[in-house]
């Protein structure tokens, strides 16, 4: 079992346009991620968009990869790959996810390469 105390738990929040599946349920979108307290690398991913197929997407595309090499990288892959009406709430989320991320970046002595 990981030891939990070398981790750190981020959130990023949009709201969800009108009309959506997911709308129903949330308000808004959350995307959160478990990262490795060293490297900022994302262990765990999830979101709430509705479907299973949507949230695994996200969970894939962000899994693995270091917040300290910031978010134009994950934000253009959802821009390319992701083509639904959740899309510019996802780079939303995304973008406040970054902003959760460098509020605490100060704590990370380590920069990825």
Same mark, same amino acid.
């Given at each position: ?31 959160? !991620?478990?990262?490795? *307290?060293?490297?900022? &690398? ?9 479907? #299973?197929?949507? /949230? ?26 992701? !083509?639904?009406?959740? *899309?510019?709430?996802? &780079? ?9 991320? #460098?509020?605490? /970046? ?8």
């Amino acid at each position: 079992m990981k030891n939990v105390t070398q981790t750190l738990f981020f959130a990023g929040h949009a709201r969800l346009p009108q009309g959506m599946a997911a709308q129903n349920v949330f308000e808004s979108l959350s995307i959160t !991620v478990e990262v490795d *307290a060293r490297y900022a &690398v994302v262990i765990e991913a999830s979101c709430t968009l509705a479907t #299973e197929h949507g /949230r695994r997407f996200v969970s894939d595309l962000l899994r693995g990869y270091s917040l300290l090499n910031g978010m134009t990288e994950p934000i253009g892959e959802i821009q390319q790959r992701y !083509v639904g009406r959740a *899309a510019p709430a996802l &780079v939303a989320a995304l973008k406040d996810l970054d902003i959760q991320f #460098e509020r605490h /970046r100060p704590g990370f002595a380590t920069h990825a390469s």
